[in-house]
């Protein structure tokens, strides 16, 4: 009896105290394979990190194809873009010498800037005309989709859809911030449907040979980030110091990706990405892995599928999708309304990410305590907010991460 007594009252005192990361069974990201505890930034640089990115790459996003030899066309360059506000150039980037499969990337630059600019790097879902109402903007001839039933907002690479974007894009705002923008659309790399990877870079590049590791569809578009860094990264305009990538949504998980398997982004933004992308999958609340797995097949490689039902069983979480951009500054945007990518889970990854950057001597998140709407947290590396409203990328979103950008890289206007 006494032991009975003393056992209940152990749990009764004790689990209170453990944290919430025991409970929910959450991996240490800093726990090494073999049972260890990473103790230094060596043995996480040069152990942990690789065994991490593997993990995700084996058993998730899947194996990507090493860099090509890029080349690129200078479609146009205009210093006189936006009334006078803007440089705007359009870049075409190939990514094999067979030049059927290419992307364009869209670049606004402030025009009075005196020095290269630091820029936010994110694809489109709608094609590089439907970000702004500029006439300028070439239309492409990959994925197009003129949506008959869902209306011009939802034509894909249409002149129908110029412009109808803009709300997600406020290029005059970021212009005037002192930053540069630069867009692709996601359907040049490849296009969002299950076609058994034979269009659009998987097309190019497996011909035909694909294991149930090769990358999915979000490792493609992140694939896609990263080369339109290669081209950045050469352009004299550009601060490659300073390239943020981002991304909303589906296009969030991919712009995580990219920004946690390629150090030259410095800056990873996550709008709403959810399920698969910086929502911890342990939370179990709005998109599960089996729906998420079931409607979208070709985001993932094929071995994600088979943790449907015992999440449990994944050896990582997607709070160490985020510790991998360690020491780098990320950030995790939610929406009160935006339930489907549960803000909660989004939350509590940026809490369990915090140990890496601390181990780097940086804050994280600095608290455990959901902030409330509207007031975003921006004093450590890890950013976080939770804004009104519905799933949608918005100004007020913007009005954030450069606040954050003009935090970390003391930059601004
Ligand atoms: C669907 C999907 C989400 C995704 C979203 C989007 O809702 O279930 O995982 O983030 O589409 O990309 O808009």
């Known amino acids: 009896m006494r032991n009975a007594i003393a056992s209940f009252l152990i749990v009764a005192l004790i689990l209170p105290f453990a944290t919430m990361a025991q409970k929910k069974n959450i991996p240490d990201p800093l726990k090494l394979a073999r049972g260890v505890r990473v103790k230094t930034v060596d043995e996480w640089e040069s152990i942990r990190r690789p065994e991490i990115r593997e993990l995700f790459s084996r058993h998730m996003y899947g194996y990507s194809p090493a860099p090509p030899e890029l080349s690129y066309r200078i479609l146009s360059h205009d210093r006189d873009a936006l009334d006078g506000k803007a440089i705007r150039k359009q870049v075409r980037v190939f990514f094999a010498p067979d030049t059927s499969v290419w992307m364009d990337i869209l670049i606004y630059l402030p025009a009075r800037k005196t020095s290269p600019v630091p820029v936010f790097l994110g694809m489109n879902f709608y094609g590089n005309q439907a970000v702004w109402n500029d006439p300028a903007i070439l239309i492409t001839p990959n994925w197009v989709d003129q949506n008959e039933v869902l209306g011009v907002e939802n034509n894909r690479a249409t002149e129908a859809s110029r412009g109808v974007r803009s709300s997600r894009w406020p290029i005059d705002r970021i212009l005037e911030r002192g930053y540069g923008v630069a867009t692709i659309y996601y359907g040049d790399v490849d296009p969002d449907f299950d076609d058994g990877f034979m269009n659009?870079?998987?097309?190019?590049?497996?011909?035909?040979?694909?294991?149930?590791?090769?990358?999915?569809?979000?490792?493609?578009?992140?694939?896609?980030?990263?080369?339109?860094?290669?081209?950045?990264?050469?352009?004299?305009?550009?601060?490659?110091?300073?390239?943020?990538?981002?991304?909303?949504?589906?296009?969030?998980?991919?712009?995580?990706?990219?920004?946690?398997?390629?150090?030259?982004?410095?800056?990873?933004?996550?709008?709403?990405?959810?399920?698969?992308?910086?929502?911890?999958?342990?939370?179990?609340?709005?998109?599960?892995?089996?729906?998420?797995?079931?409607?979208?097949?070709?985001?993932?490689?094929?071995?994600?599928?088979?943790?449907?039902?015992?999440?449990?069983?994944?050896?990582?979480?997607?709070?160490?999708?985020?510790?991998?951009?360690?020491?780098?500054?990320?950030?995790?945007?939610?929406?009160?309304?935006?339930?489907?990518?549960?803000?909660?889970?989004?939350?509590?990854?940026?809490?369990?990410?915090?140990?890496?950057?601390?181990?780097?001597?940086?804050?994280?998140?600095?608290?455990?305590?959901?902030?409330?709407?509207?007031?975003?947290?921006?004093?450590?590396?890890?950013?976080?907010?939770?804004?009104?409203?519905?799933?949608?990328?918005?100004?007020?979103?913007?009005?954030?991460?450069?606040?954050?950008?003009?935090?970390?890289?003391?930059?601004?206007?």
């Not at 933004?269 to 992308?277: A, L, P």
């Not at 360690?326 to 803000?343: G, K, M, Q, T």
């Not at 947290?377 to 990328?393: A, C, N, V």
């Not at 954030?400 to 950008?405: D, G, I, L, P, V």
């Open 200 to 413: 659009g870079v998987h097309g190019l590049f497996d011909k035909g040979n694909r294991t149930e590791s090769s990358w999915g569809s979000i490792a493609a578009w992140a694939w896609g980030l990263q080369r339109a860094l290669d081209y950045l990264v050469t352009d004299s305009d550009v601060d490659a110091s300073k390239v943020a990538v981002l991304g909303h949504s589906r296009l969030g998980k991919a712009a995580l990706w990219a920004g946690a398997t390629d150090e030259r982004f410095a800056m990873v933004i996550s709008n709403e990405s959810g399920e698969g992308g910086a929502a911890l999958t342990r939370n179990e609340k709005g998109e599960s892995l089996e729906q998420i797995t079931t409607t979208f097949p070709h985001w993932f490689c094929s071995v994600y599928k088979s943790f449907a039902g015992r999440v449990n069983d994944l050896p990582f979480d997607q709070h160490m999708l985020l510790a991998l951009v360690a020491p780098r500054p990320v950030y995790v945007a939610s929406a009160v309304e935006d339930l489907w990518a549960d803000p909660e889970g989004e939350f509590l990854s940026a809490v369990y990410a915090e140990p890496v950057y601390k181990l780097y001597g940086h804050k994280g998140l600095g608290t455990r305590k959901m902030p409330d709407v509207g007031k975003p947290l921006h004093e450590g590396r890890i950013g976080y907010h939770l804004r009104e409203g519905k799933h949608d990328l918005t100004a007020y979103d913007w009005e954030q991460f450069m606040n954050f950008a003009d935090k970390h890289w003391r930059t601004g206007k």
